[in-house]
């Protein structure tokens, strides 16, 4: 008779576990869906698949997934990425491992198309991209009678990392080859600053390029990688096929819930991988063993000391100065219109309030270009005198985030929100509408 007692005890212990975790499921369904349709304006169940992971609602600026190190070393530029496809569809990393739908050199395909390139860093590289995806510029360009009916054609010679004079020497390359421009815009900044500095405080010359990226390269040619950064290397190569794995299972999600708990995990997966990039950034230009330039197969030119603050920001700006002129003076040679965007980054302070949630996204203590931005953006807004003397179409960004009210900043370094991307474009494109208002039409 206990026996019987304590069977049925168990049975109605089970059914009512298992009506609890149904109602559980229900409930968790239920506010999967209202979380959806809020964030996508659409019912989960009947909503408009698609293979873009972009259309998931996962940020996954910054990883390719399948590669540990995208970078490839180029004789002229420095370094480029490597060719190959790239997770947005319609674009690819192509034949000179700038992140686009074409090939270079493009050559037109009718008479109404107008090539606008875009020189600069990531921030310049996402630009192009989101101007691609979004025709800001054409659509506004097209208000102006002799842009009527015209196809803006974006060549992005940008790439995360850049500075000058790799934008002069990726502009004049082209032309060398033969490449038709009709605008060029320049979108940097920030990578002159924080970069050139970092090159700085590794005795690499300033004007060289970044010692994050190219050190690292020579690093791996000569067999140098310091054990911490091949450490973060090994954990990128592991992070990524699961973040691979989770968007195919995110992608085919039958329930609203599930598609909640996978996109947190891809999302924890992406917070993992980028750490373990910012790791890998700080420990690669660093080896083991120290031999300088005497057994690299790559020269690199090196200074005798740390320059101070006062010394390697000023350099470093005239230096960002004197190599925009000479973008505007070869531009200008060819009648091609040249408009310099100096790029907004939360460091500089401005009028902006930063609401509590977007701090955490945008600032970190130990940031590496926190103090260099501080110390050198004043810097660089004191040479727009000398760039608008130069006949240079300047454009001073650093307020435009200001009024939003959504955050704008991706993270703690200098990338934006799809609302920052809008502002920018916005203030890129009426920048240069307002120049060629009584322009004649392009060539």
Known sequence: MKNFKFLHKAKEGVKIGLINLVVLFVFLEIGSLIFYYFKHQQFYYTRERSENVQDLGINLEGVRVGESIVERLHPYFGYIQ?????????FKYNNYGFISPYDYPYKKTNPNQVIVGVLGGSVASN???????????????????????????????????????????ALNYMLALGQEF???????????????????????????????HVQALT????????????????NLKDTKPKIKNALETLKDCPLASCHVVMSLYVQELVKTYRRDV???????????????????????????????????????????????????????????PYFHILQPNQYYPTQRVFSEP?????????????????????????????????QINFFNGVSILDNAKEPVYIDNCCHYTKPGETILSNFVADSIVNVLKNKPTPK
């Open 358 to 390: 977007e701090k955490k996204v945008a600032f970190s203590d130990d940031s590496p270009y926190k103090d260099s931005i501080k110390k050198g953006y004043p810097l660089l807004l004191k040479q727009a005198d000398e760039l608008k003397a130069n």
């Open 82 to 90: 490597k060719p190959g496809p790239d997770f947005r569809p319609g």
């Open 219 to 234: 690093g791996l040619a000569n067999n140098s990688l310091s054990t911490k950064a091949l450490k973060a290397l090994l």
């Open 278 to 336: 910012g790791r890998f950034e700080r420990y690669r230009q660093k080896p083991d063993d120290d031999n300088g330039n005497s057994e690299s197969v790559i020269y690199f030119y090196m200074e005798d000391q740390v320059f101070p603050d006062d010394k390697i920001f000023q350099n470093i700006t005239n230096y960002w100065a004197k190599n925009s002129i000479l973008i505007h003076q070869v531009l200008a040679a060819n009648n091609i």
């Open 182 to 212: 009709d605008l060029v815009i320049n979108i940097d900044g920030f990578n002159e600053i924080a970069l050139s500095n970092l090159n700085n405080q590794s005795k690499l010359d300033f004007a060289m390029p970044s010692t994050s």
């Open 127 to 169: 630009y192009s991209i989101y101007e691609i995806q979004n025709k800001i510029l054409e659509k506004k360009l097209q208000q102006l009678p002799q842009f009527k009916g015209k196809e803006l054609i974006i060549l992005s010679l940008a790439i995360g990392g850049y500075k000058q004079p790799q934008q002069l020497i």
